[in-house]
């Protein structure tokens, strides 16, 4: 048996996703749709596949030419789609007097190509089409006993009496059937088909359930196909079990990211599914940070969930279920005694995340910079802070220029003395959770290098927790106290450049309460910038106004703006 994957077209329908990566290389549990198609016919007792191209057509043939099979594969080029018919025709060379099998590249279908190819032998009709059940794409009218006479058109006012069905987009066609296809133009097969049928000819319908079969050309319809192959794997390698048929969804909560989070249950034992959406760049990613970061700190000893599996083109990653225990919660029904108690453990396990993390890093992980430096700090904090919160929430009309002599000074004597190591960036409360006593840190996705002294600023000023400055200054004793132990450094300097970080961590936190609150409507975190304003002014007081004196007059006018004490 021959065998033509049809894989030319553009993808309209999923675009900007076909922009860059052509519809047969989408993946489907971490595997292309192409290389899966491919398997599945050499499963069949395919001999050959010849696969059309057009549409970033160098990537398909680049794919291919990488893998081995145990079958020839070949590709044509089509420098203008010639549709489904056409296609077939333009490589009438490579067809032989046997019947031959034709797959479209858009589909996921668990459906025994073998058999289907032996049907359709036991028949010799001129060709065999597998059908399903699908009412969103019925259009095969079928009679009884599962011969096609016919296919609607809505412009169409009759149709022959029949079921109506939908084309799979599998097929087997005996040679004869090229003669109704005209050469070196467009052609539909379905006309070809029409064609056979007006001729007093029969067409044979293979009819499979429709769980067998899935269109993947539609950004939803995608989704669909990924997750419900994804999750299995992921629930083995998990539990080393197969989930069942019985899953339970849970759409969970997230904060300021606009990934969503999913708990999927199945047999009493959850996973977390987290779906950054299908991929829109062929530059590194925020999930592939994502799973690169994580996996690197899982096998650090870093108390972080483990991922179990995860398909970066189509933006899944499933994971270890936390609970729904965050260190904000925690804090808000405990003594303080018992709050500077399970700080001091936070304390200890981001000391082994800025070593450990540290040890292996490898800089082309991060999507977005591979270390805390200058050019971070001015952009992503210090004019967020303006334009975001400055400008864009309180509605003043600052000037960047106006601060910069500020900003850049800050810049400075925040990387002054740094205790470098790897730095989680986002440290606050709701991004530390608590599972059977234990600390764990999520959305490490934005880690790169940098000052330790950074993610403890982030976790000791955070203002969802608002600790006071007594607690504060208590815990940076204690965190330098188990440095010390570990490593050998000034304190003077490292609690100068905690000093510092405090500053930065502060405008980016307020850069980003304004943009999330304002921009993107999430209107609960805005109940937060009066503590984020507190702290800013507080940790500039303590500094002197004369050291920052225009970054601290405006904190004092968003004061009285806000009529913050």
């Given at each position: ?27 489907i549990a971490g595997r292309p749709l192409l290389d899966m198609i491919i398997d599945q016919l050499q499963k069949a ?521």
């Open positions: 048996m021959k065998a033509m994957i049809l894989a030319a077209g553009y993808g309209t329908r999923l675009r900007p996703y076909t922009d860059h990566t052509p519809k047969p290389l989408f993946t007792g395919c001999e050959a596949v010849i696969v059309n191209t057009h549409h970033l057509h160098h990537k398909v043939e680049a794919f291919l030419a990488s893998q081995k099979y145990n079958l020839e594969v070949y590709t044509r080029f089509e420098p203008q789609i010639l549709g489904t018919g056409g296609a077939i025709k333009n490589v009438a060379d490579f067809w032989d007097k046997e019947p031959f099998m034709v797959v479209n590249a858009d589909i996921v279908a668990d459906i025994d190509l073998t058999e289907v190819y032996n049907t359709h032998c036991r028949h010799h009709p001129p060709a065999t089409l597998v059908l399903c059940d699908d009412p969103a794409f019925n259009s095969v009218v079928v009679n009884q006993n599962k011969w096609i006479t016919g296919f609607s058109n809505p412009a169409d006012g009759s149709l022959p009496s029949g079921d109506l069905l939908t084309f799979t987009g599998i097929q087997v066609w005996e040679p004869q059937v090229l003669d109704y296809i005209p050469q070196n133009t467009f052609y539909s097969s379905i006309d070809a088909f029409k064609k056979i049928l007006a001729d007093g000819e029969r067409l044979r319908a293979f009819i499979t359930p429709k769980r067998r079969w899935q269109d993947i050309g539609t950004p939803q319809s995608y989704r669909q196909a990924a997750i419900k192959k994804a999750f299995p794997k992921a629930y083995q390698s998990a539990f080393a079990s197969p989930p069942g048929d019985q899953i339970h969804w849970e759409k969970l909560k997230g904060d300021g990211s606009e990934r969503q989070w999913h708990r999927l249950t199945a047999a009493n034992q959850a996973l977390i599914m987290v779906d950054h959406g299908i991929r829109q760049t062929e530059a590194v990613a925020e999930i592939d940070s994502f799973v690169h970061l994580g996996r690197h700190l899982y096998r650090q000893g870093v108390s972080v969930p483990k991922i179990y599996f995860h398909d970066t083109f189509s933006g899944l990653v499933f994971l270890q279920d936390l609970g729904d225990v965050h260190l904000q919660q925690t804090v808000q029904s405990e003594d303080d005694l018992t709050v500077i108690g399970l700080y001091k453990s936070v304390i200890e396990q981001i000391i082994k995340l800025s070593r450990n993390g540290a040890d292996k890093f490898d800089r082309n992980w991060t999507y977005q910079t591979p270390e805390y430096d200058q050019a971070l700090i001015l952009e992503k904090e210090c004019r967020y802070f303006l334009t975001a919160f400055l400008n864009g929430y309180l509605g003043f009309k600052q000037a960047f220029e106006d601060f910069e002599a500020d900003f850049r000074s800050l810049a400075d004597k925040a990387l002054q003395y740094p205790t470098m190591g790897f730095m989680h960036r986002d440290m606050q409360s709701r991004n530390i959770m608590i599972k059977d006593r234990k600390i764990y840190f999520i959305d490490f996705q934005g880690g790169r290098m940098g000052p330790i002294q950074y993610d403890l600023a982030s976790l000791l000023i955070d203002p969802y927790v608002e600790l006071p400055h007594a607690i504060q200054t208590q815990l940076i004793d204690y965190s330098l106290q188990k440095l010390s132990s570990v490593s050998e450094f000034n304190s003077e300097n490292f609690l100068s450049c905690y000093h510092y970080c405090k500053l930065t961590r502060n405008l980016q936190i307020l850069g980003a309460y304004a943009y999330l609150s304002k921009a993107k409507g999430k209107r609960y975190f805005e109940s937060y910038i009066p503590a984020a304003v507190r702290s800013l002014k507080s940790n500039l007081d303590a500094g002197g106004q004369k050291e920052f004196p225009t970054l601290s007059a405006i904190v004092q006018k968003v004061c009285r703006h806000m009529k913050i004490d």
